[in-house]
């Protein structure tokens, strides 16, 4: 074997692979015709390389006007092996034979002359030319010795091999970046719509003489890489100045680059390679590094020089022009600290478009995605995606959120059509399980089995005709879906010949393109389209009923506004059948819906309700809150059961999701770390709070904030930014947006006056007794808190006619319970008259009755379904009578106090029950 000190390691390598070919062959002694496979059958080697460059050169200047492809290589390259004489048994190992010890010689030789220190590659790749067997059968593949020693001097670009790993280097800018450019002539991007103000301003500052040097800043998801593609597509078309034409435009991944760099020096080595190849270019050469961030401390290790040092120079020269994109977020982090590399860089900001900019880029996008997932995806689909994502996905920035959701929602089409649908599915499945039951049935002799056996045949003919036209509808919608995308790849690849061809001149392919193959392929697809109308309105008239669905396509072709909300649900967890719901729809009604779960609180339901009404009409700030209310009356009255109601109907529909803040746990100053985070440093730093990621994980939500007049002073001092901007920074610097929550304050201020008020009061008392309320609420808030509510609520107490509602309300709970074992419940007059008499306290409002519901009537229904005293099928009735036990001889005069009487009866012939507890007629049987 040869010293290896005198190799690079991957020359070294190769050598290692001829040996093993030789063996693996049969041969005792390796040939240059074994190098030759070691060299050319590496799909990621020089070799390949090689025959890749003068493949692409074809018809090119200096390469002779060959072709050659490197399978025609390795297939001679084998067969030429494959001929020798093989030895049996095979050899251990393999030798280097004289024949390759020359090349290896010649190789030496070629390295010296050409002042290298060490033997690479391309050096045994013209090397094996020496020996005649291996020129020979490389010339019969159409690779000369001219051609491959052409292809290997460009492949080097001149460098001189100094290091064991010199290959690495070959060509860096291929290797760790892609050519824009030459993947927009390709089509491989997407078109860019708009952003033609930050182009222009690229451009502007890649044409300075000094510091021409951009750098994207923005959020994640507003497209800076976009515009980056948009200046690409422009090179590509001419549309830029005589100093940026013909230049080649290529991304620099700076992962690449540092990725398998073990040792010191070697990251460095590979930088500088892609640096000289920059300056050798003279200007032809931008690249572009997304995070440029990363660049600072790139490969930087003890002693080491980080990449964004080794380019300053060349920055600030003008040899280099760079591309820069990152987040603001990034850029105040890294580039800012470092002065020196951030003076060499020019910064465009690139915001967040606007839902119209968003909507008009969703159409440009729209071919793409179609031709994509095979699906049509309608107009109206695309606006919802721009107007729901910018309303329920907050954390997120337009147009990325709203691209991803067209995405999905064609992905999710596109699985559906590719899946049978739930109809065609069940059927199948009821009549695979009547297959079962009559094969079973087939085993049977006796009348009865023969009968139902029959029974089950004439069922499975009768489902078998309903799922013929259901399949038929199916595979046809199908075949339109299939041959709709095939037509619009088709149009796709048309079109990108075309501007190809216009730009190379060849205006004859760019005519019969432009005016012949895509005019009759875009009259095909509207063939095709018009004809799916017809046929889903003349389903929808019923002209073909048998099997028209509400669906009309059973292959959901179609992308419509539904299913981007079906996409949003999933991401936010708010119901979809809430997101489909028009505003209008879901809250003309709110008002009614609360107040059949708050008894006795018509007035605050309204008063809430109505500045609701103003916030999503949009005639509200659009800054804060949705609302913001303080909540004023004694303890049970509903200013919680309030707070949950419009949870329920607002957003979720689960009460247990809304963010509920206890604030007499923050009755300290330092407790506002609790809400926002501790600051760094101190203990807990690197959780969030409690409050804004709650409201960063859910941003459409209630914030309850429960007796809020036991909190700190600075506690309400940190809320007046929320209730004023809707927002709210946390400890990380995180920006949590509040604009989309309902923020509810409750607190018993003043509530001893209330306590006498109710609905049925005169409102001169009624008045009075709020100006008693605000003169307290007054003296412990600031005003600058209590102006920027929305609302300040009173609640009412409660009545015995409110307290007889809510009675009914809270036994509806338990009747619904007991409906599910059959079992009936009524609560007659008499007995709420007993609950409330032994249970009514104004002071505690509706709790005490709840609670004596429970611990009472619950309890006693309990102990009698055990006991086995009521069974399925029965009715108790819950009444109050006179309590004998405890009769007053010595006050006849005095009330006699009641007591609860349960009594039972079973349900009349024919009736059952309904989900609500009450009877009902039993449904008649279902005959087979």
Same mark, same amino acid.
């Given at each position: ?31 240059? +015709? ?44 084998? =067969? ?20 390759? *010890? ?40 159409? $690779? ?144 572009? /590094? ?37 987040? $603001? ?85 596109? /699985? ?14 009821? +009549? ?31 489902? =078998? ?9 199916? &595979? ?135 500045? +609701? ?7 509200? =700030? ?7 209310? $303080? ?55 690197? *959780? ?79 008045? /009075? ?16 808190? $209590? ?14 006619? *409110? ?24 609560? &007659? ?17 509706? =709790? ?81």
């Amino acid at each position: 074997m040869t010293d290896n000190r005198t190799m690079t390691d991957a020359s070294t390598k190769a050598l290692e692979q001829t040996l093993t070919i030789a063996r693996d062959n049969g041969h005792a002694v390796a040939d240059p +015709i074994h190098l030759a496979s070691a060299l050319f059958n590496d799909d990621d080697g020089i070799g390949s390389r090689v025959v890749a460059k003068v493949d692409a050169a074809e018809g090119g200047a200096g390469m002779d006007q060959h072709t050659v492809d490197v399978r025609q290589v390795r297939q001679a390259i084998q =067969r030429a092996i494959l001929k020798k004489p093989t030895q049996s048994p095979p050899p251990h190992e393999a030798t280097i034979g004289s024949g390759l *010890q020359k090349v290896i010689q010649r190789a030496m030789s070629a390295a010296k002359a050409n002042g290298d220190t060490l033997v690479a590659l391309d050096h045994l790749i013209v090397a094996v030319y020496d020996d005649k067997l291996t020129k020979d059968t490389l010339e019969v593949a159409g $690779l000369t010795k001219k051609l491959a020693a052409k292809a290997t001097e460009e492949i080097r670009g001149g460098r001189k091999v100094t290091s064991t790993s010199a290959e690495e280097n070959y060509e860096a800018l291929e290797k760790y970046g892609m050519d824009l450019v030459k993947a927009a002539d390709e089509g491989k991007l997407d078109p860019v719509i708009g952003r033609d103000e930050e182009i222009r301003r690229i451009i502007q500052i890649l044409c300075r003489r000094t510091k021409n040097n951009p750098c994207l800043v923005g959020e994640p998801g507003v497209g800076k890489t976009a515009v980056v593609e948009g200046l690409a597509k422009r090179i590509l078309d001419g549309d830029v100045p005589l100093t940026l034409k013909d230049v080649a435009l290529r991304t620099l991944d700076m992962g690449a680059l540092v990725a398998g760099a073990k040792y010191r020096g070697e990251f460095e080595e590979r930088l500088r390679a892609v640096l000289d190849e920059c300056k050798k270019a003279e200007g032809k050469i931008i690249l572009f /590094v997304d995070e440029c961030h990363l660049i600072l401390g790139a490969g930087k290790s003890d002693g080491a020089m980080d990449a964004a040092n080794l380019m300053k120079p060349m920055l600030a020269r003008g040899e280099l022009r760079m591309i820069g994109a990152t987040t $603001l977020e990034e850029y105040r982090q890294h580039i800012e600290k470092d002065a020196a590399f951030e003076r060499r860089f020019q910064k465009i900001v690139v915001n967040e478009p606007s839902v119209e900019a968003t909507i008009s880029i969703l159409r440009g996008l729209t071919d793409r995605y179609e031709a994509h997932h095979g699906v049509r995806i309608s107009d109206a689909a695309i606006i919802a995606a721009a107007q729901l994502s910018d309303r329920y996905i907050t954390d997120r920035f337009l147009p990325d959120k709203a691209i991803d959701l067209i995405d999905e929602a064609a992905s999710t089409r596109r /699985v559906q059509l590719d899946s049978r649908p739930e109809m065609i599915d069940v059927l199948e499945r009821k +009549i695979m399980q009547l297959e079962i039951e009559a094969a079973a049935l087939a085993r049977e002799k006796d009348k009865a089995s023969k009968k139902r056996r029959e029974e089950v045949q004439a069922d499975i003919s009768n489902l =078998r005709e309903d799922l013929e036209p259901l399949m038929e509808k199916w &595979e046809s919608d199908r075949g339109r879906a299939e041959e709709l995308k095939n037509a619009k790849e088709k149009l796709a690849g048309f079109e990108a010949k075309a501007a190809a061809a216009e730009r190379i001149g060849d205006y004859e392919k760019a005519a019969d393109l432009k005016y012949g193959a895509i005019p009759d392929l875009k009259s095909h697809i509207a063939k095709i389209a018009k004809e799916e109308e017809e046929r889903k309105a003349a389903e929808a008239e019923g002209i073909d009923d048998d099997v028209s669905l509400d669906n009309n396509s059973l292959a959901l072709e179609v992308v419509l506004p539904m299913h981007i909300t079906e996409i949003i649900s999933r991401w936010t967890g708010i119901p979809a059948n809430k997101l489909s719901q028009t505003e209008r729809e879901r809250l003309l009604h709110l008002g009614d819906r609360l107040k059949e779960r708050v008894v006795g609180q018509d007035d605050a339901v309204s008063n809430v309700t109505d500045c +609701i009404l103003r916030s999503k009409a949009g005639l509200a =700030r659009p800054s804060q809150p949705d609302g913001s209310f $303080l909540f004023l009356g004694p303890t049970g009255v509903g200013k919680t059961e309030l707070a949950k109601a419009l949870f329920s109907e607002l957003y979720d529909g689960d009460e247990r999701h809304i963010v509920r803040i206890d604030m007499s746990e923050y009755t300290e100053e330092h407790s506002t770390a609790r809400l926002i985070g501790a600051p760094p440093g101190y203990i807990g730093h690197d *959780q969030g709070g409690q409050l804004t990621e709650a409201v960063r994980r859910k941003p459409y939500t209630v914030v309850l904030f429960d007796e809020v007049e036991k909190a700190h002073k600075k506690v309400l001092t940190l809320l007046l930014q929320v209730l004023d901007e809707g927002r709210l920074t946390d400890n990380k610097g995180r920006t949590v947006d509040f604009t989309n929550t309902v923020i509810i304050l409750t607190s018993n201020l003043g509530a001893n006056f209330l306590l006498n008020c109710d609905e049925a009061s005169p409102a001169h008392s009624r008045e /009075v007794a709020r100006e008693q309320v605000m003169v307290s609420v007054r003296s412990h808030f600031s005003p600058e808190f $209590l102006n920027r509510l929305s609302g300040i609520i009173m609640f009412n107490s409660l009545g015995a006619a *409110q307290l007889e509602k809510i009675c009914h309300k809270a036994m509806s709970g338990v009747k619904k319970r007991l409906a599910k074992q059959e079992i009936r419940v009524v609560l &007659e007059k008499s007995g709420v008259e007993t609950i409330l008499d032994a249970s009514y306290d104004r002071n505690f409002g509706a =709790r005490p009755v709840e609670r004596y519901l429970e611990q009472t009537v619950v309890t006693k229904l309990s102990k009698m379904i055990i006991g086995g005293e009521i069974e399925a099928g029965v009715t108790v009735f819950i009444d109050g009578v006179i309590d004998e036990d405890s009769f007053d001889f010595v006050e006849p005069e005095k009330k006699r106090p009641k007591a609860l009487h349960y009594r039972v009866e079973k349900f009349p012939a024919g009736m059952t029950l309904n989900d609500d507890g009450e009877l009902m007629a039993e449904p008649a049987p279902i005959i087979d």
